[in-house]
C-alpha cells in the first residue's frame, strides 16, 4: 500500500517534466510543422545553464532558473529565424538542421563543463516532506512539479483565453486559411519556437539538481517526448499534458514493479501500437489521407 | 555509348586503385577503409530506402540484426561464415518485411518516428536480454571467415573480401534502381497520387524498398563484425543513423553515387581530424546545416553548380 | 575553473602524442616515426571522451605524472640499458571500431610494448588481433580473460573479486544486518559481474538478498526503483558497480534509508556529501581509497610513495580522482618492475615472464587467479582494501583476504555468474 501511493507520487511529480519536455515539441511540430530533434537538447542547455551558474559560480537558484529559460528561449529563436524559416517548404529540411544543431550544442556542453563524470547540482532546497508517516517527497521535486505544473496552467491561459493564443493555434490548424485571415505565419512560427525552447529550457533547470547532468541526457528525454506527443496526439497540447501523466505513471509503476528498461520497450511498443491504430493519438483529430 | 565505356572505364580504373591502395596504407588505416567500404554499402542500401520519400530512421538497427544474426548463428549454432552471411540479409530483410505492416500505415513524420520507435525497441531488447544478446557487452570473439586457408584476420584479405562482397552489392543495387522497380520507386515519391490512379500499390513498393533496403545493411552488418569480432548494441544507436543520414544529405540523395561520395569524404576528413576531437560532432553538426542550406543536393551536385554560375557569368559559353 | 585547465592540459597531451597526426591520416606514404632505441613507448587505448572517460582519462593524467618522474630521475634500466618510457594513447571513446584501429596504431606505428586498457567490449574487439600478434594487453575487468587469451592479463585491478572484502567486513561489524537489496546497471561488463559476486558474498556471509534490481541505462529517474526495493525493508543496500552511484544516494537520502550501503566505487563522494548530508554518506563501504590514506604506508603496500602520487595528482586535476586514478600506474609499474626482472621490454618476454611467476600485488599478496571462472589464471589477486567513509573522507578499514575468500567459495561464486547469464567456463 506504501508503495503504492510512493509510487503513484512519485510518477505524478515526474509526468511534470515530460509535460514540460513533449508540450513544447507539440507545440513546433503544430505550428511549423518541423521535428525537432535537438527538443532534448534544450533541456540539456537549460541543466547545463543551471550547474555553470549556479552549482559553479553561486548565482542564486531561481535567477538561473529564469537566465536558462531565457538562454534557450534565444537559442530556439535563432533556429527559428536561420534554420526552420528558410526550410519552411521542406519537413525534413527542419529536421536535418535540428540534428546539426543536436552536435553542436552537446559539443558547447562538453567545451562548458569538460569532459568527466556528470555534472551535479546540490539541491537548492533540502529535506524531505513526509506526509502520514510513509509518504516522503522532497521539497526539490516538489518545488520543480509546483513550477511545472503552474507553467503548464499559464500556458493553457495564453492558448485558450489570449488573442495571440487562438492565433497560434489557427496557425497550427492550417497555415494557409490563417494567413488568409492576416495572421502573420513567421510571427507565429516565433512565437512557437519561443515559447516551447522556454519550456524545454524551464524542464532542463528544474531537472538539473534532481538528475545526472551530462551532454547526452538530452537522449532520453527526447525518446519520452516523441512517445507522449505521439500517444497525446501529435500537434494536440492537451493531449500531450493528459499523455505525459499517463505514460510517466505507467513508466514508474513498470520501473517499480518490473524493470525500467521494461518500461521503455514498453513504452516505445505502445507507440508504435497506437501509430497503427489511431495515427491521430487519444486525443488527436483524425487525420485524413 | 560513348558515355557508358567512359564510366565503365572509370569504374574499372577506381577497382583497380582500391585494389592496390591497401598496400600502401599503414596498418589501422586498412581497417580504417574496410569500415568505409562497409559503410558505402550502408548508405547506398539507405538511399534505397529513401527513394519512395519515407525516410527511415531504423536503418541502423537493421545493420545490428543482420550482425547480431550472423554473430549468433556463428557463434553459437556453427554456422559458416558463407551461409550466415546471406542470412544476416535475410533476416534483417524478414525483420523489415514484417515492421512494414503497422509502419507502412504511417507516412512522413509519423513513419520517420514510427520507424525511430521500432528500432529503440529492438536495440533496448537486446541490451534487456542478456541471453541471447549479451546485453551491453554484447558477443565476443565471433569466428573469422574461412575459405582455402586464407587468414581472414589480417586486413587486406578481409578488405578483398568486403570489396568483392560490397560491389556485388552495389552493383545489384544500382541495377534495381534503373530497373521498371527503381522508376516506379521514384513514381511512388514524387507522383504518390499519380501512381496510385494508375493501379500501383504504393503500399507494396514502399515495402519492397524498404525491405531490399535493409536486406543489404543487413549483409553490411554482418561483414563488419566478423572483423571486429565483437557486435554490442550500441553501434547501433540513434547516433549511427544520425551518421548515416549526414552521409546521405552530404554527399546528395538524389544520384547513386552521390551517396557513396558523401561517406567517402566525410569519413577521410574525419580521420583526418581526430585532433579536433571533443568538437569534431560539431564540425559534422555545422557542415550539416550548411549543406542543407545552401547545397541542398549534396557534393555531387556541387560541379553542376559551380558550371551553371560559370555559364551565368559568359552567357556565350552555353553555345559551345 | 578547474575543468578548463584539465582541458588545456589534456589538448596539450594530446599534441604531443598525436603530433603528425593530421599528416599520417591524410596520405599513407609516410614512414613509420621511429622513436630513438633508448625510449619505450606504453600505449594506453582508453576512452577519453564520452561517457566512460572518467574511467580512462585519469589514467591518463597518473600515467604521464609516473613517467616523467621516472624519465626526470634519469628513466629505467631494463637489461643493463637505460630507457626513458614514453606513454602514447589513443581516444576510443569506448567504441569497438575504434578500439581495434586505436590498438592496431598503438602497435604497430607507436611501436608499443605493452597496451593498457579498460575493459569490456574494447577488448574483446582487440583480443583476437592481440593474442595473434602476441601484443601485453591488459585490462581492468578480469572478466575479459577468456581460455584462448593468453597475452590479456589483469595485473592491478580484479574486479568484480574484490567486492567480497567489503561484504566479509560488513558481516564482521555489523551482524545485526541481515537482509540486502542489490541494485546496479544490468550491463554485463560492469553491473552484472558485480551484482553475482556480492550476491555470492552476501550468501556466503549468511545475509538474505530480498530483491535485485538491474535497470537500464535508460533510467532518469531512481525515485520508483528506490522505492521499490526499498519496501523490502533492508538493513543493506548495495549498489554493486553502478554508474549511477550518486543518484542513488540521493533517493535513499530522500527517502530516509538507515540501514548500510555498500558499492563498489564512491566516485566523486565529495559530491555526493555536497547533494545530501555527510552524517548521511558516513559510514558507507565501498574499495577503492584514496592515497593520502594512512593506511597505504604499511608494510606490504607496494606503490612508491602513494601520498606524494595523491598530492601530485590533485595539485594538477583537482577534481578528477576516480577509482582507476592509480590503476593504471600499478599497471605501469608492475610492467616495468617484470620488464627488468625480465631484462627485456618485448611484449613475449614479459608475457612469458607473468605467465610463470608470482607477482608483488599493489595492496600485498599476488596469487594468479581466474581459470576456473574464465579458463585462464591470468588475474592477479591478493589483498584489497575495504573503505569506509569517516568524517566526510575516505579511510581504509582493512586489507581484506581475497585470496582465501576464493579459495574456499569459487564454487558459490561461480553458480551465482550463471545464474545471472554470465560468461563462465
Redesign the interface.
Known sequence: MELLVQTMVNGIIQSGFYALAAVGLVLIFGVMKVVNFAHGELTMVGAYSVWFLHAQNDMPFLLTVVTAVVLVAMIGLLMERFLFRPMTDSPLGGLICSIGVLFVLQVAATLVGGEGPSKQVPPPYEGTLVLFDMLRIPYQRLFSFAVAATTLGLLWYFLTRMRIGWALRAVAQDREAASLQGINSNRMSMIAMGVGAAMAGLAGALMAPLTNINPHMGHNVIITAFIVTIVGGVGSLPGAVIASVLYALFHTFVTTYFSGTIATISGLVIMVLILIVRPSGILGKRVTE | MLAKHRTLMTIVLILAGLLI?PH??????Q??LI?LVVNVLVVASYRLVTLTGE?SLIHAVMMGIGAYTSGMLTKFLDFSFWISLPLAGVVAGLTAALLSF??F??T???F???S???G??IR??W??F??PF?????I??LP?PELLGIDF?EPIPYFYLTLAIVTACLVILYRIEKSRIGLTLHAVHWQAPLAESVGINTWNYRTLAFTTGSMFVGIAGAL?VHY???V?P??YG?GFM?FI??WL?VGGYKTFYGAILGVIILS?LD?????L??????V??????LF??YL?DGLESLPQKIASRIKGASPKGSHS | MTNRTIDNNRRKFLKQAGAGMAAVAGAGMVPLRSYADDTLVVGMNIPMTGDYAPWGLPGLYDCEIIANNINAAGGVEIGGKSYQIRVAAYDHAYDTEKALQGFKKLVLEDDAKMVMMLGGSTVASVLPWATRKKVLTTTLLPSDITPDSDYLFATCESHPLYNVTGVVWLAQNYPEAKKAVIVTNNDAEYGLQSAATYKAAFEVAGIEVVDVNLHGFDVTDFAPIVSSVLAKNPDIFCMATSFYVTPLMEQLYHQGFDGKIISCTLDYYEEIIAKTSEEFVNGTIYQFPDFDDPMLNNEGIHFPDPGGFDAAFRKDHPNDWSAVAWEYPAILLNWIENAQRVGSGESEDVAKYLRNNSQNFVFGGGDWWGSQLWGLDHALVGRWPVVVIENGKARIQEYGDLSAWLADHTEVLVRHMKELGLRTV
Open positions: 591502395l600502401y596504407l599503414k596498418y589501422h588505416q581497417d580504417f569500415f525516410w503497422p509502419l500505415r504511417t512522413q513524420f509519423y520517420l518516428i514510427g525511430f520507435a521500432a529503440e525497441a533496448l531488447s541490451i534487456h542478456i541471453r549479451g546485453g551491453t557487452s554484447g565476443s570473439a573469422s584476420l563488419k571486429i569480432g565483437t554490442t550500441n553501434q540513434i544520425v543520414l549526414i544529405i577521410i580521420e583526418m581530424f581526430r585532433e576531437e571533443v568538437i569534431r560532432p560539431a559534422y553538426g555545422a557542415v550539416l546545416i542543407i542550406l541542398p
